[in-house]
């Protein structure tokens, strides 16, 4: 039987070319929001989840986050995909017959420079890859969408020019979830990485006690972020990944030092780095 894996937006999206980078052997399965990406893993629709976490341009993506640590599921591998994004009308279409072109809010600023050289109008839609739908279904020559050749290639559509995008490294980091952890050693020639989330103990300078651990330990330390938990201005909640594998004698004795000074430590996923982590 086929394996699915989740992804949150429409075939087509940028999550679902990470899919099938990735995991080429499975079927993607589109989801309309993150919530229900994770339950299709849960409920067993699904084997693994594809979570897209940041963007080199755009940060952090909003609500992962908060999602992870409640979400049940492990990080067991990471994904980069180089956002390309392409100018898409209908078979026959020309450049010039162009008047407007559809895209997700955060993709149209990307393109400014292309829209604004050829006089073509933006226009906001929900999900990049339904634009790309809705332009095949709508017929119009003159109306076009920004989006991802694979989407071209699901509803048929010409790609009128490639990669119009402004920024030349705009990459999205993926995780990839599973419902049961891998702690084994599978090291791509790349390192591991740990995810984990913690809330430090309400005391003086608990943070900077918590992370002294890691300095003394030589554990070099990619990712601190902090948000706010249940609604309160003082519970804080921080979301870190170190290089290594808790296995590994100097973290093992980092994170001992951070169980001292927190109130909860829980990892998220040991997984190995992928080959694509150091965007060129």
Not at 67 to 78: Q, R
Not at 223 to 234: A, C, H, N, P, R
Request: glycine share 6%.
């Amino acid at each position: 039987m086929t394996q699915r894996i989740a992804f949150q937006g429409e075939p087509g999206a940028y999550s679902h070319e990470a899919c099938r980078n990735s995991r080429p052997e499975m079927e993607a399965l589109p989801c309309s929001t993150f919530e229900e990406t994770i339950q299709a893993v849960k409920s067993g629709q699904a084997e693994l989840a594809m979570l897209p976490v940041e963007n080199t341009t755009y940060g952090r993506v909003a609500d992962i986050h908060r999602l992870l640590p409640n979400s049940g599921l492990h990080i067991i591998d990471e994904a980069f995909v180089r956002v390309h994004i392409n100018l898409l009308a209908v078979k026959g279409a020309k450049l010039e017959d162009v008047t407007e072109a559809h895209s997700h809010l955060v993709l149209l600023p990307q393109c400014a420079s292309f829209l604004s050289e050829n006089s073509i109008r933006g226009r906001v839609s929900p999900d990049n890859a339904r634009a790309a739908r809705e332009v095949a279904e709508a017929g119009n020559p003159a109306s076009a969408a920004l989006a991802s050749e694979l989407a071209a290639e699901i509803y048929g559509l010409d790609i009128l020019a490639r990669h119009v995008e402004d920024n030349d490294n705009n990459t999205t980091r993926f995780l990839i979830m599973a419902p049961e952890a891998k702690f084994d050693r599978r090291d791509s020639g790349h390192g591991m990485v740990t995810s984990f989330v913690f809330q430090v103990r309400n005391i003086p300078a608990a943070l900077y006690k918590a992370m002294g651990g890691f300095a003394t330990n030589g554990v070099n330390m990619t990712k601190l972020e902090s948000y706010m938990v249940d609604g309160s201005f003082t519970a804080t909640q921080f979301y870190a990944e170190v290089e290594g594998h808790p296995d590994d004698p100097s973290l093992q004795l980092a994170l001992e030092e951070l169980d001292y000074f927190t109130n909860s430590v829980n990892i998220l996923g040991v997984y190995p780095a992928a080959k694509t982590r150091h965007v060129e």
